[in-house]
């Protein structure tokens, strides 16, 4: 599986927008780009994932680049709910339970500050 | 819709005791995974499902067991409690074919003395 490189940690101000970069130069071409974040002492919490277009949802837009070595997860509109630390991960679209290829290995993800 | 759930949230438990967590989903989701989360380890996989009635190991199965008898419900439980199953306990399902579009529960916190 690919490597991801996120920053230790970020801060943003109140109701602007939070950018926040995953790079993932290693990537296959069947790898997806999954992001969740985790709210202190909470479960983690599914946000968005993409193979090569942009995606959008009610939470967050992801934009991957045209070699895919990297992505930017935007929360457009960011409030101090969002603070948590957010992960980025790359794996394929199918999985062979062979193995323990199900689970999800989470890093050590970027602590979002938001800011009043 | 309720997503996933997890019964107890808390639990203090004597070594030697046995316990079952319930994770339940209302999402009709065909996977189903116990991790548990200790502090500056990450998430790791303790036993996953890929349905009903199907069960396998993760990355660390021992000391627990795992079934599921009905498709929204995955039991974990713990036979011989151990002070290093101390940890945080999360459930999470997915739907199939997206396994990795993970939903997860709260969370149990088991402390074992």
Not at chain 1, 8 to 21: H, I, K, V, W, Y
Not at chain 2, 71 to 100: H, M
Request: aromatic share 10%.
């Amino acid at each position: 599986d690919a490597k991801t490189t996120q920053p230790t940690s970020m801060d943003c101000a109140e109701g602007r927008a939070a950018n926040l970069p995953c790079n993932h130069s290693t990537i296959s071409g069947n790898e997806y780009v999954y992001w969740y974040r985790q709210i202190h002492s909470q479960g983690p919490q599914y946000i968005i994932h993409g193979l090569k277009n942009n995606e959008t949802n009610e939470m967050a837009s992801l934009i991957i680049t045209e070699d895919r070595k990297s992505s930017t997860l935007i929360l457009p509109h960011a409030t101090l709910r969002d603070t948590a630390v957010y992960y980025c991960i790359v794996r394929v679209a199918s999985v062979n339970y062979g193995g323990s290829q199900g689970n999800l290995i989470f890093g050590k993800g970027t602590k979002l500050s938001v800011k009043p | 819709n309720a997503g996933v759930t997890q019964t107890p949230k808390f639990r203090v438990l004597k070594t030697g005791q046995s316990m079952t967590l319930l994770c339940a989903q209302d999402m009709n989701h065909e996977y189903m995974y116990w991790y548990r989360q200790d502090p500056g380890m990450g998430l790791r996989l303790i036993h996953y499902s890929v349905g009903e009635g199907t069960t396998a190991k993760g990355e660390v199965p021992d000391g627990y067991n795992v079934s599921r008898l009905k498709k929204q419900n995955f039991l974990l439980g713990l036979e011989s409690a151990a002070p290093s199953q101390t940890s945080v306990y999360f459930c999470a399902s997915s739907p199939d074919p997206l396994p990795y579009e993970q939903y997860f529960g709260p969370g149990t916190r088991l402390t074992v003395t």
